[in-house]
């Protein structure tokens, strides 16, 4: 490597991260309006810049607190973004995570130094987003669709545990397709991805059902 080189100069990292929540059934996606150029009062992901004193992981942290006030949750990084152009201040590489979290749980700062708005969005009914994040929050979506059905990634919208209608109804708004009630009650303890926690509650007015959690060690495997 030649440090010299023009061409390893004016480069960055940018770390962006999609955090999903599911309310009533919708798959929702949050989203902040940008105060500053380039992009001006656009909509996009959570993210921002990496410091050079940062890991990847580390920098995607601090930039979800510093632009929502969230803190304490979990991430997971998925893809990398390098087209030349996807900034147009200088190169930028794009770290993408994925993130899931109880939309019921969390205050979202609505206006930070570097944000005038954010909110929750439906996925169906997203705007125009800044940047690439169009690109990157739908390889975001099918990553999140990928890791319900081997992970347990969805842990954190249950801290109380979780019946199997509501979990479907979940799992139905993720991956945008309509399950058998009985079928999906073999796939999910197929999957074992949950285990009993021998307590019952309802979901929506309903009979008593079973409450599940999902398990800290999983072996799930794609069955859906």
């Given at each position: 490597m030649e440090v010299r080189n023009k061409l390893y100069k004016n480069q960055g990292i940018h770390v962006i991260t999609a955090l999903f929540t599911v309310e009533e059934g919708i798959t929702k996606v949050l989203l902040i309006k940008r105060k500053n150029n380039p992009f001006k009062g656009d909509w996009v992901l959570t993210g921002g810049a990496l410091y050079n004193n940062e890991d990847l992981e580390e920098g995607?942290?601090?930039?979800i607190k510093e632009k929502?006030?969230?803190e304490n949750i979990n991430i997971k990084q998925f893809k990398a973004f390098g087209k030349v152009n996807r900034s147009p201040v200088m190169r930028m590489v794009a770290i993408g995570f994925i993130g899931v979290i109880d939309w019921k749980s969390v205050k979202v700062l609505r206006e930070t130094k570097n944000t005038?708005?954010?909110d929750w969005f439906p996925i169906d009914k997203i705007p125009p987003l800044g940047f690439d994040h169009e690109e990157i929050l739908h390889d975001a979506l099918i990553q999140l669709q990928k890791e319900?059905?081997?992970?347990?990634?969805?842990?954190?919208l249950f801290p109380d545990g979780v019946t199997l209608p509501e979990l479907q109804k979940t799992y139905e708004a993720i991956l945008n397709k309509k399950f058998d009630r009985r079928n999906f009650r073999k796939k999910m303890l197929n999957l074992d991805l949950i285990e009993d926690t021998n307590k019952v509650d309802k979901f929506e007015g309903n009979k008593p059902a079973k409450v599940y959690?999902?398990?800290?060690n999983?072996?799930?495997k794609d069955i859906f």
């Open positions: 995607a942290y601090r930039e929502t006030g969230i005038s708005n954010a319900i059905v081997k992970s347990n990634i969805l842990k954190s959690k999902f398990k800290e999983i072996k799930g």
